[in-house]
């Protein structure tokens, strides 16, 4: 069965520090991935997502991630976090023909900002 | 354009009360979802609707019916409303499948 993990429930970085989310996938095709964030209150808005290709994919608010296919992983990457970034984080997986359209999530990764 | 848009935004029901959620999208997808989110457990997609006129069961089905009115709607329906119903309820909708964009989300209580 295909499954999502993000190891980390929860992770404290410091403004202007960079920061890394791991997403490990069990699945048995090459999957579509994605990165979701959620801020307080709100629903979840898509960062970036990989289909083919490059597997290092450029995202919104300065975000990226890199599919490395030997890992079963899609990590989420940004240089240098700003206060806003604080949120919820999900990496989401799908792609079987048998599956179209029904996306897996992590259980998400909470993000905190000190100053 | 307002996206994906969901009423109500609060809602706390008796235990057996009935209910339903509306979701509205005007970005002309075709397909639509309805998911749970839980504490420690992510989203978990309850039914979607592929297309006008479709539905289909999602990961966790059991205690909930929907319906696809048209191509903008999808509400969600709780006929008997239990405690282990209570949770953040989202909306999503997309062109075809992978890029779902999300609505603000409806949070259940069920006492």
């Known amino acids: 069965a295909q499954s999502v993990t993000q190891p980390d429930i929860h992770i404290t970085v410091s403004e202007g520090a960079s920061l890394e989310l791991r997403c490990n996938y069990s699945?048995?095709?090459?999957?579509?991935l994605f990165w979701y964030v959620q801020s307080p209150g709100q629903g979840l808005q898509l960062l970036l997502k990989?289909?083919?290709?490059?597997?290092l994919v450029q995202g919104i608010k300065g975000f990226e991630a890199e599919f490395k296919r030997s890992q079963s992983s899609f990590n989420l990457r940004k240089p240098s976090v700003h206060w806003s970034d604080a949120a919820e984080y999900f990496c989401?997986?799908?792609?079987?023909?048998?599956?179209?359209?029904?996306?897996?999530f992590g259980a998400g990764t909470q993000v905190v900002v000190t100053p | 354009n307002a996206g994906v848009t969901q009423t109500p935004k609060f809602q706390v029901l008796k235990t057996g009360q009935s209910m339903t959620l509306q979701c509205a999208q005007d970005?002309?997808?075709?397909?639509m979802y309805w998911y749970r989110q839980d504490p420690g457990m992510g989203l978990r997609l309850i039914y979607y609707?592929?297309?006008?006129?479709?539905?289909d069961k999602g990961e966790v089905p059991n205690g909930y019916n929907v319906s696809r009115l048209n191509k903008r709607e999808f509400s969600l329906r709780l006929e008997s409303a239990a405690p282990s119903q209570t949770s953040v309820y989202f909306c999503?909708?997309?062109?075809?499948?992978?890029?779902?964009?999300f609505g603000p989300g409806t949070r259940l209580t069920v006492t």
């Open positions: 999503a909708s997309s062109v075809e499948g992978w890029e779902q964009y």
């Open positions: 699945y048995g095709a090459t999957p579509y």
């Open positions: 990989y289909f083919s290709g490059d597997t």
């Open positions: 989401a997986v799908g792609g079987t023909t048998d599956s179209w359209g029904k996306l897996q």
């Open positions: 970005m002309n997808h075709n397909s």
């Open positions: 609707s592929a297309s006008e006129g479709t539905t």
